[in-house]
Every structure is written in structure tokens, then in C-alpha cells.
């Protein structure tokens, strides 16, 4: 069976420090993944796809950057956090073309002070 | 603001059904979906719809699909407390495969 895992569950980090937030997935191969915000008290907004090793795709324009380094990792990542970024992030996956259902980890809550 | 639309608050009593709604705007998507998410984690995956469908039963789970209207609702029967999440609809338009597009979350509270 396939699992998702993302670590930290939870980082506390001041404004003008480095974030890197990874996710690994288990048991598939060439999956499509995903990075997501959650802002408090709203719904999920996409920040980054992949498709394969390298590939990355942004959704929106802002402070952070993403990395597929290996097949199954998923890195997202940023030079100086802003407190902007405080929020809860979760990565997913599914499998690749013609896939139709999406599943998540368990996500980081991040805190920027 | 969001293409998907839910309202914020539903509650409940143990024991009646649930329903949560949601419109959306992408007469495109081919699936939409119900996922559920406990205080503090990920979403989990209730349901899914594919867009030629009207009706999906999942045992105590009931979507109905409007594609007229564009709007999907979720019926739990037989509410109980651990049915307290929030609920969040998305929807895949045609072209966007994982890209889903989500509603704020309709939080549910069921009260004894």
C-alpha cells in the first residue's frame, strides 16, 4: 500500500529564517505531488506541482520555492520566511496520468514569529 | 475569492442527517470531490464524483450531484461525534488534473 509522509509535523521559526519542509512517498512509483496552503480558517490553495524528478510548477508567486531532488521527495523550501507564511501545509500525491483521486499527508504546521 | 463556495458552519444533533452544500463555478470538472478534515490534520478522501453521475451512496455518505446548477452536496446520515470535521468540496476542472480547486470547509459541529 502507498503512504505519505510529511516532516515536521510542526515548526516554530522566526521571520528572516530558512524553511524546508519535506514529503516522501512510499509504495508508487512516478506519482504527481503536490504542495498546498492552508490559511487559517480558509480553504487549500495550490502552491506547487510536480510531474517528475525536477519538474516543478508554481501556482503563485511568493516567497517560497520547491524541489523534487528524488522521485518520491518533495521539498518545499525558502531562503527568508515572512510572517505571511505562517500557515498549514500539505503535501499530496496521486498516481500519474488519467489518476483521479488525490491523497494527503498529515501536514506541517508552520508559526513564522 | 474562492470558485468553490460552501457555507462556514453547520450543526447538528446526534443521530439526524447532516447535509453540506457547495457550488462551483467550472462546468468542466470531471470529478468532484468530498474530503474531511479532523482538528490538526490532513484531509482524508470521503467520496468522489464523476461528473456524469447524479447520485453516489457510500454507506452512511449520499452525494448529489446538479451539474444544471453546479452544485454537490453531501448528506451524512445518522450523524455521530466523531462526524465533527470540517468538509471541504473540490472540484477538477477538465485540463487540471491534480490541480483541485477548494472550498473554504464547511466546519461541523454535532452536538449530543
Known amino acids: 500500500s502507498q503512504t505519505i509522509h510529511q516532516w515536521p509535523a510542526t515548526l516554530v521559526q522566526p521571520v528572516g529564517s530558512p524553511l524546508s519542509l519535506e514529503c516522501t512517498v512510499e509504495?508508487?512509483?512516478?506519482?504527481?505531488l503536490y504542495w498546498y496552503r492552508q490559511a487559517a480558517g480558509r480553504g487549500l490553495q495550490l502552491l506547487f506541482y510536480s510531474v517528475g524528478i525536477g519538474q516543478i510548477s508554481s501556482e503563485v508567486p511568493q516567497n517560497l520555492s520547491a524541489s523534487r531532488p528524488q522521485d518520491r521527495q518533495f521539498i518545499l523550501s525558502s531562503k527568508k520566511l515572512l510572517l505571511s507564511d505562517s500557515g498549514f501545509y500539505l503535501c499530496?500525491?496521486?498516481?500519474?496520468?488519467?489518476?483521479?483521486?488525490?491523497?494527503f499527508g498529515a501536514g506541517s504546521r508552520l508559526t513564522v514569529l | 475569492g474562492e470558485d468553490v463556495e460552501q457555507s462556514l458552519f453547520l450543526s447538528v444533533r446526534e443521530g439526524d442527517s447532516s447535509v453540506i452544500n457547495c457550488t462551483y463555478t467550472d462546468s468542466s470538472s470531471t470529478y468532484l470531490y468530498w474530503y474531511k478534515q479532523e482538528p490538526g490534520a490532513g484531509l482524508q478522501l470521503l467520496t468522489y464524483?464523476?461528473?456524469?453521475?447524479d447520485m453516489k451512496q457510500d454507506q452512511r455518505l449520499t452525494v448529489l450531484l446538479n451539474k444544471k446548477d453546479k452544485h454537490l452536496s453531501l448528506r451524512i446520515a445518522d450523524t455521530q461525534t466523531g462526524d465533527s470535521a470540517i468538509y471541504f468540496c473540490a472540484e477538477r476542472p477538465t485540463d487540471s488534473w491534480g490541480k483541485l480547486q477548494f472550498g473554504a470547509g464547511t466546519q461541523v459541529v454535532v452536538t449530543p
Open positions: 499530496a500525491w496521486e498516481r500519474g496520468a488519467g489518476a483521479n483521486v488525490l491523497t
Open positions: 464524483i464523476f461528473s456524469n453521475m
Open positions: 509504495g508508487t512509483s512516478n506519482p504527481n
